[in-house]
């Protein structure tokens, strides 16, 4: 993800805040599930950031493995460990009436053939799938709709 998309990804998250939903991470997960549990009609739904991708972990560190290179001596081996499902949007969330969402952001660049198969699957389930160049894009869907009815009955 580049600097653009990741500045549409925080528009995005700063929409669904201000408009009532609250962001699930793993050091608030008890508060909002509190919030939830009680039926509170202040919160319009929770959401999370999505990660996928990959990284790589043990060996040696970065510095020390270059250095083996230099030297001509074979690196350590690190594991690589993929994380995710290829082709899920950034963010997924519920609205409080149990709509699953998931919205794509993109700056410039177009969904990949994994994420269009992604889109199909979700949307055949029920599901909303929205893809976000930015916040005017949530303004029009469903997961805004359900927060304000009086708005779908024009």
Not at 82 to 111: H, M, S, V, W, Y
Not at 128 to 140: G, K, N, T
Request: with cysteine; hydrophobic share 30%; net charge positive.
């Amino acid at each position: 993800m580049g600097r653009a998309e990741n500045a549409v990804t925080a528009e995005v998250r700063h929409w669904l805040r201000l408009h009532g939903y609250s962001e699930l991470t793993d050091a608030n997960r008890a508060q909002v599930a509190k919030l939830v549990e009680c039926g509170t009609r202040d919160v319009a739904g929770i959401f999370w950031r999505a990660n996928t991708g990959g990284a790589r972990y043990g060996g040696d560190d970065i510095e020390t493995a270059r250095q083996k290179v230099i030297d001509g001596k074979r690196p350590s081996k690190r594991r690589h460990v993929k994380f995710g499902i290829g082709g899920q949007p950034d963010i997924q969330g519920f609205t409080r009436d149990g709509l699953f969402f998931g919205i794509e952001t993109k700056a410039k660049t177009k969904q990949s053939s994994k994420q269009i198969e992604f889109e199909r699957i979700m949307k055949a389930c029920g599901a909303c799938y929205i893809v976000a160049r930015s916040s005017d894009d949530l303004e029009r869907s469903p997961i805004n709709q359900r927060r304000h009815p009086e708005r779908t009955k024009r």
